[in-house]
């Protein structure tokens, strides 16, 4: 099993930024990809970012480009949102998600950190 952690969540004003951090622990050496997912009240859980443990690839939602970074230390078996020139379309419960290698399934989820921002 994998166990995430998210932190960093909070309130902040249009424009501004957060950062959110997740913190693997356990059978990390069994996911591929860790990630970030997002839902909206009354909305699907939706993509973010992600990025591949091994190569570092990423891959960003185009509502984020631009604006949203991921970064990782595989020491630590931490994987971080940087989220700038935030919008009020941001508001959510980000979770922080681990991809089992072979499958494609998401199947490691984090207990979901609240992002507000007002406008």
């Known amino acids: 099993q994998v166990q995430l952690v998210e932190s960093g969540g909070g309130l902040v004003q249009a424009g501004g930024s957060l950062r959110l951090s997740c913190a693997a622990s356990?059978?990390?050496?069994?996911?591929?990809?860790l990630g970030w997912f997002r839902q909206a009240p009354g909305k699907e859980r939706e993509f973010v970012s992600s990025?591949?443990?091994?190569?570092?690839?990423?891959n960003y939602a185009d509502s984020v480009k631009g604006r949203f970074t991921i970064s990782r230390d595989n020491a630590k078996n931490t994987v971080d949102l940087q989220m700038n020139s935030l919008k009020p379309e941001d508001t959510a419960v980000y979770y922080c998600?681990?991809?089992?290698?072979?499958?494609?399934?998401?199947?490691?989820w984090g207990q979901g950190t609240q992002v507000t921002v007002s406008s």
């Open positions: 998600a681990g991809r089992r290698s072979g499958t494609g399934d998401w199947d490691y």
């Open positions: 356990g059978r990390t050496d069994s996911i591929d990809h």
């Open positions: 990025m591949r443990r091994n190569s570092g690839i990423k």
